[in-house]
Structure formats: structure tokens, C-alpha cells
């Protein structure tokens, strides 16, 4: 069973940049979220996706965006990249329709804006 | 809304020590519990779960349950090891959409 992979796995751009990352999902599951951990902080939800639209959304702005493909890896896309986006980025899989709610988490991607 | 409060770090123990690590939440309906540990430089690995109240989860000698009137999950382990030094967090899912983390609590454990 391949667990949840991300690329990559650092990443340094500059303020006002666009920045793409991505998230292969486990084996079997069929929903990606994407979360937002700043340094010494707990993870915020960004966005989940299922059946390759949007399934829920944290408060995060519209230059965060987001796609799912049809084998269920994901994108996470963010505009104009701010200081305060500096962040490790995760993304969890999992699977609707399952018997667990659970998410299971990949390693991350470290973003420095500079 | 839902949220998260765990207790804050750092925290530092000998080995063999006992561990407590508070968490307690806010949330509508019958949430699922949650505890991840995060190893430096690495993701969110689950170490135990709990899905409906007075349910105990368990997993490598780490414990919680689930109290409802209390609204709480803390975490729990009898002797910790060096090993167990990381980064605990606290969570819950309603839906299994959106998770709720806590902020972390870091604990050291020194030989």
C-alpha cells in the first residue's frame, strides 16, 4: 500500500509569485485535503476535495486554489504569494464512503516566501 | 464554532515518567477524537482515535477517552521514553471533511 506522497519537498519563491504543489493520495482513498501548519502552530484546513470539485473550505482567500485529478492526486495553487504564506504545507487522504473518517497525512511541503 | 485547546508546551519529563497531555474541545454534535504525533520534519502520523463518547482509544502504550460531559481527550501514557519525544496534537472531525487541530504541544524526554 503507497502511502500519501508530496513534490516538493522544499520550495523558496518571492512575494507576489505563484506556486503549485502536489499531493498523490494513498492507494484506495479518494478524497485530498489540504491543510496550512505555520511554524509552532497546529494545521488549518484549507480545502478538501472529492470527485475532483471542491468539498469544503477553510478561511483562506481565493488565491488559494485547488484540483483534483481523475486518480484522485491533487494540486494546491496559490496567487500572489504573501510573506505570511511561508508555511508547511500538508495534504491528507482519505475516504468518503468508507468505514473511518480518518486522514492520513504525507510529509509536507516546506514553503519559504522571501 | 469547532475548536480545539490543548495544554501548552513545552513539556519535559525523565524516562519512565508519566505522561498527561490535556486536550478539550468545542464542538455541535458527536464529533470524532482525535491525537496525531508529528516527528520532527515529518507529517502527521495518527497514534490513536475515538469515535463516539466513553470510547478508549489506545496505540502503542498512549491512551484517551472520550468524555463527553467533560468535553475532553487527554492523552495519556504510563513510562514515557526518549523515543516519544515530538510533537502531539489534538484534533476532531465532524464530518471527517474538516479537521480541528490544537496547537501542539511539544514534549522532550530526557534519558
Known amino acids: 500500500e503507497t502511502g500519501v506522497t508530496q513534490s516538493p519537498t522544499h520550495l523558496i519563491k518571492t512575494r507576489g509569485q505563484q506556486v503549485t504543489l502536489r499531493c498523490s493520495s494513498q492507494?484506495?482513498?479518494?478524497?485530498v485535503s489540504w491543510y496550512q501548519q505555520a511554524l509552532g502552530q497546529g494545521p488549518q484546513f484549507i480545502f478538501q476535495y472529492y470527485r475532483e470539485e471542491e468539498n469544503g473550505r477553510g478561511n483562506f482567500p481565493p488565491r488559494f486554489s485547488g484540483l483534483q485529478f481523475p486518480n484522485y492526486s491533487s494540486e494546491l495553487n496559490v496567487n500572489a504569494l504573501e510573506l505570511d504564506d511561508s508555511a508547511l504545507y500538508l495534504c491528507?487522504?482519505?475516504?468518503?464512503?468508507?468505514?473511518?473518517?480518518?486522514?492520513?497525512f504525507g510529509p509536507g511541503t516546506r514553503l519559504t516566501v522571501l | 464554532g469547532d475548536s480545539v485547546t490543548q495544554m501548552e508546551g513545552p513539556v519535559t519529563l525523565s524516562e519512565e515518567a508519566f505522561l498527561t497531555i490535556n486536550c478539550t474541545y468545542t464542538?455541535?454534535?458527536?464529533?470524532?477524537l482525535f491525537w496525531y504525533v508529528q516527528y520532527p520534519g515529518e507529517g502527521l502520523q495518527l497514534l490513536l482515535k475515538a469515535t463516539k463518547a466513553d470510547d478508549k482509544g489506545s496505540n502503542k502504550g498512549f491512551e484517551a477517552t472520550y468524555r463527553k460531559e467533560t468535553t475532553s481527550f487527554h492523552l495519556e501514557k504510563g513510562s514515557v521514553q526518549v523515543s516519544d519525544s515530538a510533537v502531539y496534537f489534538c484534533a476532531l472531525t465532524n464530518t471527517g471533511n474538516q479537521f480541528y487541530f490544537g496547537t501542539g504541544t511539544s514534549l522532550t524526554v530526557i534519558p
Open positions: 464542538a455541535t454534535g458527536y464529533p470524532s
Open positions: 491528507a487522504s482519505s475516504l468518503i464512503g468508507g468505514q473511518s473518517n480518518e486522514q492520513f
Open positions: 492507494s484506495g482513498h479518494n478524497t
